[in-house]
């Protein structure tokens, strides 16, 4: 079955940065792009990056570009996502999320928050 697991999240300070990994498993991982979304309490989730299935294409939200980048090693079945001068406003449960088909499979999610 489809597994996504994230990992990576934690407590940092503004300006500060965080990488956050997604291990999947139980599809053939290379063949599909990767997503990154995000919710915040009260929120809606919100498409943070996507990252394309070889990994030559990336794009990322307005709100995040120039700060954020993804990237993915089909090797190891992982996808990143590195955030730099994180803003509290960043703070958010951040998941990993595939598309095979018409499903949506989403990680359980890691809480990234930023405070001083």
């Known amino acids: 079955q489809v597994q996504l697991v994230e990992s990576g999240g934690g407590l940092v300070q503004p300006g500060g940065s965080l990488r956050l990994s997604c291990e999947a498993s139980g599809f053939t991982f290379s063949s599909y792009a990767m997503y990154w979304y995000r919710q915040a309490p009260g929120k809606e989730r919100e498409l943070v990056a996507t990252?394309?299935?070889?990994?030559?294409?990336?794009n990322c939200a307005d709100s995040v570009k120039g700060r954020f980048t993804t990237s993915r090693d089909n090797r190891k079945n992982t996808v990143s996502l590195q955030m730099n001068s994180l803003k509290p406003e960043d703070t958010a449960v951040y998941y990993c999320?595939?598309?095979?088909?018409?499903?949506?499979?989403w990680g359980q999610g890691t809480q990234v928050t930023v405070s001083s």
């Open positions: 999320n595939a598309r095979l088909g018409a499903t949506y499979y």
């Open positions: 990252i394309s299935s070889s990994g030559d294409i990336t």
